[in-house]
């Protein structure tokens, strides 16, 4: 089964920009893993951020935006803000299997 | 509007069976699971006309995935319940749905 990394912890001071990553360990991620990115907040449901790539579900505020970048998926955040201050998950699709990164906790300090 | 709202979550022994249920859309909808204080580990996915199925290798062979279109359910039938299935379990569907996730229910695997 494919491995997908995700850094473990970043931190980003209030207003600036951070890139969270989502590689696979099968090779370059591509639009054809349909990338997903959710927010977790402490006691609470995941949430879709993020999905195929680049499109923001409705509530995603404009802040985040997708992409891929050097053979990763990617999240920006621009902007910071205290209550971007969450867990971050990845996912990507292998044909069948939908398979989540460990998760990136995002610090907003 | 579509609420997910997952319910049939609770402490079951080892080797036990536990049936979740939850609200169904008519798009795919998957079920994924986190144990806790851990990340999220996808589990199962069925399309939205029911007949195509996948599941993660962790539970093949003893979770089945279904979905009722008369009743607009959808359903994770857990048997040979493991101590490594403890987790929240969560249903989501299409993201174009606006609450594409549920609330989470907790199954407990434990003597």
């Known amino acids: 089964q494919a491995v997908v990394t995700q850094e473990p912890s970043l931190t980003v001071s209030p207003g600036g920009t951070v890139t969270l990553t989502c590689g696979s360990s099968?090779?370059?991620?591509?639009?054809?893993?349909?990338p997903y990115w959710f927010q977790q907040k402490p006691g609470q449901a995941p949430r879709t951020l993020i999905y195929?790539?680049?499109n923001k579900h409705f509530w995603t505020s404009a802040r985040f935006s997708g992409s891929l970048l050097g053979g990763k998926a990617a999240l920006t955040l621009s902007g910071a803000q205290p209550e971007d201050e969450a867990d971050y998950f990845c996912?990507?699709?292998?044909?069948?299997?939908?398979?989540f990164g460990g998760g990136t906790k995002l610090t907003v300090l | 509007e579509v609420q997910l709202v997952e319910s049939g979550g609770g402490l079951v022994q080892p080797g036990g069976s536990l049936r979740l249920s939850c609200a169904a859309t008519?798009?795919?909808m998957q079920w994924v699971r986190q144990p806790p204080g851990k990340g999220l580990e996808w589990v199962s996915d069925?399309?939205?006309?029911?007949?195509?199925?996948t599941y993660a290798d962790s539970v093949r062979g003893r979770f089945t995935i279904s979905r009722d279109s008369a009743k607009n359910t959808l359903y994770l039938q857990m048997n040979s319940l493991r101590a490594e299935d403890t987790a929240v379990y969560y249903c989501?569907?299409?993201?174009?749905?606006?609450?594409?996730w549920g609330q989470g229910t907790l199954v407990t695997v434990s003597s």
């Open positions: 989501r569907t299409s993201p174009v749905v606006p609450n594409d």
């Open positions: 008519t798009y795919w």
């Open positions: 069925i399309s939205g006309d029911g007949k195509r199925t």
């Open positions: 099968t090779g370059a991620v591509s639009s054809g893993h349909y």
């Open positions: 195929d790539t680049d």
């Open positions: 996912s990507l699709f292998y044909n069948g299997p939908v398979v």
